[in-house]
C-alpha cells in the first residue's frame, strides 16, 4: 500500500537525530517523489 503515491515531499532530517537520507528512503518506498532530501544540524 502506497500511502503517499503521487505526494511530493521535501526532507529535513536532524543530525543528532535521523538523517534525511534515512527518511528519503522511508518516504521513497511509501510512493512519494522526493524532490530534495538534506541532513542539518539545528543548534
Keep these: ?3 503517499l ?3 511530493k ?3 529535513i532530517g536532524d543530525r543528532d537525530g ?3 537520507q534515512a527518511i528519503q ?5 511509501a510512493g512519494a ?3 530534495y532530501a538534506s ?3 539545528f543548534v
Design 18 to 20: 535521523i538523517p534525511g
Design 25 to 29: 528512503e522511508c518516504a521513497e518506498s
Design 5 to 7: 503515491k503521487g505526494k
Design 39 to 41: 541532513t542539518e544540524c
Design 33 to 35: 517523489q522526493v524532490i
Design 1 to 3: 500500500m502506497a500511502l
Design 9 to 11: 515531499a521535501i526532507i
